[in-house]
């Protein structure tokens, strides 16, 4: 752990409300809040015009920095634990891609195995993108790959994992997801569902408790079908992941989905790939060649597949087309995820949570993260 923190007159902001008042940090934790607090061996920073938020916390990406979770190896984890700091993500999910049995197999042992460095963001767990999901809404997953539910494949997975997979993300209109699901449910791993063909009516009848990147490869809202998208707007159990990077969703949609799903519910992601912090140009993601442009990152038949998105700029786009409020933008940056993923010391600001933090501007541009305690980005 680094040297004690001190944070003085800052603008402390979490999903429980705001508060201009000291922050300490001592040994990767909170330690004190307060005012006039004095620590002589803490680096300190005026936090006047600042605003100190919960790190945040990215479910669902696949990579960065020209690093990618199936690249299957600790250099490709640490590369993507580097890089996210400086978007103000300070613990992450990594996200795996469909591919055959085997590759998935060495991802999954490989990040089940890793854990963050000191001054990196920390990996929380695994996220099971595929290969349980619909032909039908593929979108950039390889439906070549695609299988059946299957609970023996997965627990043979959860254990070369460690017991590190937390999401799965199914189709559950499929052959056996029942079963499936319900074995996710009792070995405490989320059940979302994404890349799905289901009606209103399944999506309803399945015991997921997550939707996965809403609107995009699953079936739409219809008056006489209100599909996945329109249980996941009035069905309150589900918490719902938005990439509120405006080119997978309108600016409409993502208004819609604030005003109807509520900052109580949303978690916003990337879905970011290896293209992330660096140039437009040509990358593999899941085997396949995905060009990278001003119109996002697509495979060749145009579909999108994943983004480049920053957390810090999702926050950006979200205040500026929703209007809400600073506590709020901590619940679906942070707070949410937290709680999906049980994770008591994580998500809010307050004395003996973890120290992951994120000093930003009044204009939510980042200006330093806290990793456990220590400074992982700075641009200072």
Known sequence: MGKSLLFLNVLVVDEDGVERIDVLTADGRIEKMGHG?????????????KILMPGFIDIHVHGANGFDVMDADDAALSGIAQALPKEGVTAFVATTMTQT?????????????????????????????????????????????????????????????????????????????????AGLEASGVI?????????????????????????????????????????AMLDSRFRVELIADLIHNHPA???????QIGAGRLILITDAMRAKGLGYGNYDLGGQTV???????????????????????????????????????AQMSSGNAAAALGLHGKGKIARGMDADLVLMTEALEVELTVCRGDIAFSAF
Not at 115 to 139: C, K, M, N
Not at 148 to 165: C, S, T
Request: with cysteine.
């Open 37 to 49: 607090l004095v620590a002589k061996d803490a680096q300190a920073f005026d936090g006047r015009d």
């Open 101 to 181: 049995e085997g590759r998935i197999a060495r991802a999954v042992e490989t990040a089940g195995k890793y854990r963050s460095a000191d001054g990196e963001a920390e990996l929380l767990g695994i996220h099971l993108e595929g290969p349980f999901l619909s032909p039908e809404q593929a979108g950039a997953q390889n439906p070549e790959h695609f299988l059946k539910p299957e609970l023996d494949l997965f627990n043979h997975w959860q254990a070369l994992g460690g017991g590190r997979i937390r999401i799965v993300t199914l189709a559950p209109e499929l052959e056996g997801a029942d079963k499936f699901i």
């Open 191 to 231: 059940a979302s569902i994404g890349h799905s063909a289901a009606t209103y009516e399944q999506t309803v009848a399945s015991n997921a408790q997550h939707v996965t990147h809403l609107f995009n490869q699953m079936t739409a809202f219809h008056h006489r079908e209100p599909g996945v998208v329109g249980a």
């Open 253 to 259: 949609a993502v208004k819609l989905a604030y005003q």
């Open 291 to 329: 060009v990278v442009d001003e119109t996002g990152a697509r495979i060749q038949t145009g579909r999108l597949a994943g983004s480049v998105l920053t957390m810090d700029r999702a926050l950006r786009n979200v205040r500026d087309l929703a209007q809400c409020s600073l506590p709020e933008l």
